[in-house]
């Protein structure tokens, strides 16, 4: 076989083909390990690149990867690991719409199935082998059904506003960043795809550590986030010249630096980024867009149509279909966004669905839709959603006919989809998702051990396995899992699942042991941020945030701290103090002042906020808060705080927070609370706030009961209201046992869903609770409101202690 390769890899009449890079990279994985299958040569498939079909806008020769000639069955290896590469792939524009043939079919070396796009359009294979459409100064009247009421505004037009006393002719657009920046666009994406389905530890950034573990992985997610917005904004900039107008935009760059926050966080959670990025924009620096606009203005090509022309079409016009600019895998994200950003969660969902049903391979969709399930409190759609992909990454991991190598991301989609199962204990699939989660931890434990144990988290918690579930989330080894997972505070909500399985397994000092963890993360997010009373009477997190820097190398302040010691010792000509000063015009007049100088000035020195500054140190979103809340309700019914703990006044004016609308520049957005898209949001919430300030539409019937009832609930503990002293002696009053009583019933028909069965006075028959009329969607599985595990926080524990004040034990067995 070796022999027959060097033949074939040496001979020089091989004939030359065109062929997609994306179905070479799986054409080589497929047969990387059984190379008696190989149905081209190497030199076949690796001198196609060279033929660069640049008529229908791909990259130019000159910027292609260029591979030695010189093959032989020694350095087969290496070519092949050249090949499967990303940098290798990221070289290479495709223009194939390569879904709409089989995915797994080998092509044929005749085989041409080439896309022809206008010049300016350009497709691009990320890392996992997905298209990504880029877009560079097209006519926009080559261009239609594009939402124009959206677009960002050309930026020459400020310069026209700019210079109206200029008589000359306006110069011709000048080349944006975007220029040559196609490669280095497309890895920033991977690097935030990376991020996004690792939820930050597999980041091809590595943070500084100067304050702690915990800020290092924000600051790793900081860089990756800064710089895919940078790009974002590069892409989305639209130019104009006179008459003609042209655009320019990548829509998968806004996707990966945007929907994720919008589908955790809401529209509201995203215009509060926005205004914190206002104060580091001037005409300085690049700070790109607002990050409304860039979305926006993403979503208005959803459905962009490429026009035909005579000479473009030729005679061939009548029988072309209709050519969208975008893929339809882009369509359903650009679809999905569109949604996500009006607090449209559940019809983004449905995008979602079908996504993953047409393009299973797309793992940042499925991460997406795992999200928005999540938000939504929706089990079941996370579940399809993790079922739609489970066949295709089974095969893809060497499934039961080995037609498939391992994917290189095939880690991350075993505990994605672990995730899934998980979601529902009723599904009978935890097995299932405990192995898939072992499974990938035990092969990449530094890329998808957050994920895995938030997937084994549900799993453990299903079958009140405790002690394990303290294991993976409360001890130092299991931290370790998620500690680098700082991508939008993923690994606060997992300090969250540790300090309630620590209250879940009794041991001593488990109470302590949670109010650490609560401090630790919760706590000190909220602190931070400035939205706790302290920072409130401050005035907000606008003005707690603008002290916040990113964190700075221990290693680096170390080196510096040394330096300047010996030089202050040392240097009367000293060049590390001594130069550093003298080029300022501040001359040293002694060695040991000199180095303290330097080392203050190097602390006190004024330093602008920057977007990863911004990036790095978020305020808490309305998912976040729940977890926080969840976490601090189970101390106090734990017994673990009292009532009246100052925490609970904090975490109301976080609440307070959340809430705040700012609803005059946008209408779409007008007509719903910031929290109004997460049912379990509307009902931790409700603990410290009034429920009819929650939701301006109508909801659920057995959601609207849960907030009523929560609410009562703490009311009567006075929760988020600075007593002086516990009334202990109401607890005997008659009123006060009436009122739980109420608080029993009401979270008693929320967690049945309103469909119980109410026995009367006498005992002669049952009657039937209904919902009320009208309302024919008030059962759980049309309306949820938050997975299992998660519910049960709230619903068992609080139906318990309820019942306990009340003395009512049967009611908790219904």
């Not at 666009?185 to 996004?196: K, P």
């Not at 029988?319 to 994200?333: D, F, G």
């Amino acid at each position: 076989m070796h022999a027959f390769l060097s033949k074939k890899l040496t001979s020089s009449s091989a004939q030359m083909h065109r062929i997609h890079l994306h179905n070479v990279h799986r054409h080589i994985r497929q047969c990387a390990h059984r190379p008696q299958t190989l149905l081209l040569p190497l030199s076949v498939i690796l001198r196609q690149y060279h033929l660069a079909p640049t008529k229908y806008g791909t990259a130019s020769r000159a910027s292609r990867t260029r591979i030695s000639p010189s093959y032989t069955p020694s350095n087969f290896g290496n070519i092949n690991k050249l090949i499967t590469s990303p940098s290798f792939c990221k070289s290479f524009s495709t223009n194939i719409d390569y879904q709409q043939s089989d995915p797994n079919r080998v092509p044929h070396v005749n085989e041409q199935i080439m896309e022809h796009l206008p010049i300016g359009v350009i497709r691009q294979s990320d890392f996992f082998g997905e298209t990504i459409t880029f877009v560079k100064d097209v006519d926009e009247k080559s261009l239609s059904s594009v939402d124009h009421s959206t677009l960002i505004q050309s930026k020459n037009q400020f310069n026209q506003k700019n210079d109206n006393n200029d008589n000359s002719q306006p110069e011709p657009p000048k080349s944006t960043q975007a220029d040559d920046s196609i490669s280095e666009a497309t890895s920033s994406f991977d690097g935030m795809s990376l991020c996004i389905l690792s939820r930050g530890s597999a980041n091809l950034h590595t943070g500084n550590d100067s304050d702690g573990p915990e800020a290092r992985a924000f600051h790793a997610s900081a860089l990756a986030w800064s710089e895919i917005l940078r790009h974002a904004s590069d892409w989305n900039c639209n130019n104009e010249h006179g008459s003609v107008k042209s655009i320019t935009t990548a829509p998968m760059l806004t996707v990966a630096a945007v929907a994720p926050v919008v589908a955790q966080g809401g529209s509201h959670y995203l215009r509060r980024i926005d205004r914190l990025l206002d104060a580091t924009r001037d005409s300085a620096t690049a700070t790109p867009q607002s990050l409304w606009a860039i979305a926006n203005n993403a979503v208005s090509f959803r459905d962009a149509v490429l026009s035909t022309t005579p000479e473009s079409s030729g005679n061939n016009s009548d029988s072309e279909p209709i050519q969208h600019l975008l893929t339809p895998r882009e369509r359903w994200h650009m679809h999905a966004l569109h949604q996500l950003l009006q607090n449209n969660h559940r019809d983004a969902m449905g995008a979602y669905l079908r996504l993953l049903e047409l393009f299973p391979g797309d793992l940042l969709g499925l991460s997406l839709a795992l999200d928005v399930a999540y938000a939504l409190g929706d089990a079941n759609s996370a579940l399809r959603a993790a079922t739609n992909v489970s066949t295709y990454w089974t095969e893809r991991d060497g499934g039961a006919l080995r037609f498939q190598q391992s994917h290189p991301a095939q880690n991350l989609a075993n505990s994605l989809i672990s995730v899934g199962l998980s979601s529902s204990s009723g599904s009978s699939r935890a097995s299932t998702a405990e192995r898939l989660a072992e499974t990938a931890i035990a092969r990449d434990s530094d890329g998808t051990g957050g994920t895995s144990v938030w997937a084994l988290s549900h799993c453990l918690a299903s079958e009140g396995r405790s002690s394990e579930m303290v294991s993976k989330l409360a001890t130092t080894d299991g931290a370790q899992f998620y500690e680098a997972c700082g991508y939008l505070h993923f690994h606060t909500r997992m300090k969250g699942y540790g300090g309630i399985a620590l209250l879940d397994c009794r041991r001593a000092g488990a109470g302590r042991s949670a109010l650490r963890l609560y401090d630790g993360g919760f706590g000190r997010d909220i602190e931070y941020s400035g939205n706790n009373v302290e920072g409130l009477e401050r005035g907000g997190e606008e003005v707690c945030l603008r002290e916040m820097r990113v964190p700075t190398s221990v290693r680096s302040d170390v080196a510096d701290a040394v330096g300047t010691m010996f030089s202050g010792w040392f240097g009367g000509s000293g060049k590390s103090a001594g130069d550093g000063a003298s080029q300022k015009g501040q001359p040293l007049n002694d060695s040991d002042g000199a180095g303290q100088g330097l080392i203050d000035q190097k602390k006190q020195r004024p330093k602008k906020r920057t977007m990863e500054d911004v990036l790095c140190w978020l305020p808490p979103n309305p998912l976040l808060l729940t977890h926080g809340t969840a976490l601090l309700l189970r101390l106090t019914l734990c017994d673990a705080i009292p009532e009246s703990d100052d925490r609970w006044a904090d975490l109301r004016a976080a609440w307070t927070v959340a809430l705040r609308s700012d609803n005059g520049s946008d209408d779409s957005v007008g007509n719903q609370t910031p929290v109004e898209f997460m049912p379990m949001a509307m009902i931790a919430s409700s603990l410290v706030m009034e429920p009819d300030k929650l939701h301006l539409n109508a909801v659920s019937q057995p959601l609207q009961i849960a907030m009523q009832g929560f609410h009562k609930m703490g009311k009567l503990m006075k929760l988020g209201q600075l007593k002086m002293a516990p009334l202990s002696s109401q607890k005997s009053d008659t009123s006060h046992v009436e009122e739980w009583r109420e608080v029993l019933y009401l979270i008693a028909r929320a967690r049945d869903s309103c469909e119980r069965w109410e026995m009367p006075t006498g005992m002669s028959s049952s009657t039937y609770l209904l919902a009320d009329a009208g309302d024919n969607s008030s059962s759980a599985p049309a309306h949820p409101i938050g997975w299992d595990f998660d519910m049960r926080q709230f619903l068992e524990y609080s139906l318990c202690h309820a019942a306990m004040q009340v003395g009512d034990y049967e009611t908790p067995c219904l």
